[in-house]
């Protein structure tokens, strides 16, 4: 008996000795659906040569992904929309800090339609036109004589925020758009709906066309100079400067290797 309990005392103090041996950084990055992805080979492609450091990724929207940094429940957030001032209020009331903006990663707003859609440019004005009803056919913008369906990101997504800003010219969307949680059901919805539109990050766009916006083709060259209309920059939210293992692998995602990622996954780099 005394044997096994010494045995036992052993086997116990070993385990917690290699717990200890093998503790590891955590680190928790929330948000942006857009970037949701980009976020998960990020985290794979560091924790493989960094194995001493644990990063749980999550989307769920911009709009979360703030909220989780305001509450305090997570370390970065991924955020495909400048942070709103009323936002940076709530977090200096709770935190006494402004936040730290690092932006990431270049994207353009890539309008999908279905292959099977004869039309291949829309302007700003038409796409506006388009989301708040005022334009319901498809031969009004020079396609097939069809009603135009349209496919949307929920209200608490930076590209729905960004969308509305920036094309819609803060005018509200129709109530006949549908509302979709993710951009990948967004082009999932388009890909199966010949009279569909949708709207997203440009590293979604697989299975749908890229319509061209204003003749501006949705590529590495118009995006990065900002000759897209609909260009934008990808963020990286914190409460603080960061130290430490945050430090090093953000470091890492703004370094040439963090940044061949972005341009594997189909965005661009900074």
């Known amino acids: 008996m005394i044997k096994k309990i010494l045995y036992t005392g052993i086997i116990i103090a070993s385990i917690f000795i290699f717990s200890g041996f093998m503790s590891s950084e955590k680190i928790t990055v929330k948000g942006s659906d857009t970037l949701v992805i980009l ?13 001493e450091v ?5 989307g769920g929207g911009s709009g979360t992904g703030i909220s989780a940094l305001i509450n305090g ?4 957030c991924n955020s495909s929309r400048p942070i ?16 730290v903006e690092i932006p990431c990663a270049k994207d353009g707003i890539t309008i999908y339609l279905n292959p099977a859609n ?7 004005d038409q796409l506006k036109q ?8 498809w031969k009004e913008v020079g396609g097939k004589n069809s009603k135009i369906i349209m496919y949307s990101r929920e209200n608490n997504s930076g590209t729905y925020v960004y969308f509305k800003e920036n094309v819609l010219a803060n005018n509200d969307y129709s109530p006949s758009c549908q509302n979709l949680p993710g951009t990948a059901a967004v082009v999932n919805a388009v890909s199966k709906d010949d009279n569909g539109i949708g709207y997203g990050g440009h590293g979604y766009s697989k299975g749908v066309k890229m ?6 083709e949705p590529n590495e060259s118009n995006i990065g100079t900002g000759k897209y209309p609909i260009s934008r920059s990808l963020y990286m939210y914190l409460r603080n400067r960061p130290s430490g293992a945050m430090k090093q692998y953000i470091d890492w995602i703004l370094s040439p290797e963090g940044q061949k990622v972005v341009t594997q996954v189909g965005y661009f780099p900074l």
């Open 54 to 58: 644990s990063i749980q990724v999550t």
């Open 39 to 51: 976020a998960q080979r990020w985290a794979e492609k560091y924790m493989a040569s960094h194995p």
């Open 73 to 76: 429940t997570t370390d970065i």
């Open 118 to 124: 004869p039309v291949s440019n829309l302007t700003v």
């Open 84 to 99: 709103k001032s009323s936002e940076i209020k709530k977090l200096k009331e709770r935190f006494g800090t402004l936040g």
């Open 211 to 216: 319509c061209k916006v204003n003749g501006i």
């Open 130 to 137: 388009i989301y708040t009803g005022k334009i319901s056919n």
